[in-house]
């Protein structure tokens, strides 16, 4: 592992121009990236990509686009963003790249996917993230809790911002903690539930932080969980609806992707646990009335995932996912309000993390 | 005008127990909320409801639904919300209503469209905003620059929380500005632009605010752009792609939206102008390669927005729209990174408004 993303990035320019030089048909290693190479391994609990590489050549009519593709990817990335301390989203990398080769009428790229791809295999030419390249995604979220920051030059408490919390930016490589008191994180996929644990101040009374984001689960998010995690040892809950797309979340959070399985390694966080809601929570708390139907689409998601490697041969998932089918539905979280504007605060969420009634 | 929300739900209460007293039946006058009762106001410039009102009475059987509707709406406001100083998102209160009425198998409501309904009743027989309601819609967005607020007793220098920015609340009511030095407002639907400024520090150089969303201008937003604008009388302009999404969301921004006809006073700020970017944009700064063909949907689009009222007669905006049909193609403001990562903060921006090249 090189320490340097633009080190790495010369190396393969130097390691090209050799190739120019002796002769050879210039080429790159580029670790393949198909379902095939992809396998979940029981040790780490994490979805990772196999070793197999195929070598992307320029005198080959089949690898041209794509090599040519990856080195102007690279040349971004060096000369228009490291080079000069700034960072772009893929939709700008894609600006950047599309332009017509001199002397013809061929563009570098016409479509986004071409250097959204150019850029993962230059994730794994350089073995630096995207996020080291200085390439951001989506900017989303909003955290609060006793944790003091530093980033870009300023020092930020995220116990002092009222009720709007810090804005979560796309790229959290930059950012220092400097003080974590909280003891662990709850993250929960829905805007709307951060803002009742904050207006409660649950954050405060139990010592924790809370983060969420606005649908997806973005890669600055996971990134900042991880780095919660491993830098602080905070244990990471999750909080979602009791459905197949927020335990979708929960797995992605917990072993990776199957699109991201390169990233694993830095993005996977194999401790996390599920914290609800769970198909005992339904019964538990009265929530039964509340149920929305499964649509064929649900149940398709849910026998899917069912069937994923690390949660085939797990009893408590496995019964969640049987009760699931027995009710035939869905349930959100703010089902919970049903019961008081405050229970999620005041009782559920202290309750669950009391008896530590969490799947893993 | 009454100058409490709680009061105002108190005297729909009193004035309906006063029905039953009388022996009368119970109604609520209720402004009527259809098309034919919206209109374009060329004094103000925005989209208003009219004066018109229906009764929604008791012992009806097709007002009964609603009656029933609108009251528990107000008695969860004023009881659960309101009196213990807490706020809920649209989809708890529709959880808070959806129980059965006792004796009978009927739910108060099955849907949350009913419960949203009842919600912008209560804002017109109130006269006060679902968010002074103490109801709230999605958080979404990010805001820098020189402003420092103050909100649920903490001080928040907008122009020291690092890349992240602040994130805004979904209610934007409560928040205090204690010290506004910037000169203007940026508003931007992409994070990913926002995140460009603000790493190039263009609110810092340019004295402004930069605020953004990321994909829906929210009610929050809308609320906060209202506020800068009325309380520190700061010109506000749009920073869109030129397509006609994004000459829509000036549209509501500026005049406000058939839906939220209402809320108009409160909401639309008829002194916005559109930055850009504009069809002129794409000639003076040669972004001509980037055009994204215009599809089925989008053309369509551009008819119904170029018949607006307030576009209908303004020469510049045909203008505009001429052109966008003339390249049969939408422009993203990214298409500017293909001149430069910073291009947008060193040559665009600055250029537009120092020339006040601006549409109103």
Tied chains: 1, 2.
């Excluded at 904050?198 to 954050?203: I, L, T």
């Amino acid at each position: 592992m090189r320490n340097d993303a633009k080190e790495a990035i010369v190396s393969l320019g130097k390691k090209l121009a050799k190739d120019v030089e002796e002769g050879k048909n210039p080429s790159i290693d580029v670790t393949v990236r198909t379902l095939s190479n992809v396998s979940y391994d029981k040790k780490t609990k994490k979805l990772l990509l196999g070793e197999r590489k195929s070598a992307r050549e320029f005198f080959n009519l089949g690898h041209i686009r794509k090599f040519v593709q990856t080195l102007e990817v690279a040349k971004i990335a060096k000369k228009e963003l490291l080079d000069m301390g700034k960072h772009a989203s893929l939709r700008d990398v894609f600006y950047m790249a599309k332009r017509t080769i001199p002397g013809s009428k061929i563009n570098i790229v016409d479509d986004q996917t071409e250097t959204d791809g150019a850029i993962e295999d230059l994730e794994l030419i350089t073995r630096f993230s995207r996020e080291q390249l200085h390439v951001n995604a989506n900017k989303m979220g909003s955290v609060a809790g006793k944790v003091v920051v530093e980033d870009s030059g300023d020092t930020i408490d995220w116990s002092r911002l009222g009720s709007g919390g810090w804005s979560i930016p796309s790229n959290v490589e930059a950012i220092q903690f400097k003080k974590v008191s909280a003891k662990y994180v709850i993250y929960m996929e829905k805007a709307a539930v951060w803002e009742r644990l904050h207006e409660d101040k649950f954050w405060d009374k139990q010592n924790c932080i809370i983060l969420s984001s606005q649908g997806q689960t973005t890669r600055g998010i996971r990134r900042l969980l991880q780095r919660l995690h491993a830098e602080h040892s905070l244990p990471i809950y999750i909080l979602a609806d009791f459905d197949p797309y927020g335990i979708y979340i929960y797995s992605v959070i917990k072993s990776g992707s199957i699109n991201l399985a390169h990233m694993s390694e830095t993005l996977a966080i194999p401790s996390v646990k599920f914290l609800g809601i769970t198909g005992d929570d339904i019964n538990t708390y009265d929530l039964k009335k509340h149920a929305i139907k499964l649509k064929e689409v649900d149940i398709q998601r849910l026998k899917q995932i069912s069937e994923y490697e690390w949660f085939r041969n797990s009893k408590p998932w496995q019964r969640q996912f049987k009760l699931m089918k027995d009710f035939n539905a869905k349930f959100e979280i703010q089902a919970l309000s049903s019961r008081g504007i405050t229970f999620i605060t005041d009782r559920y969420l202290p309750e669950k993390i009391g008896k530590a009634e969490m799947l893993d």
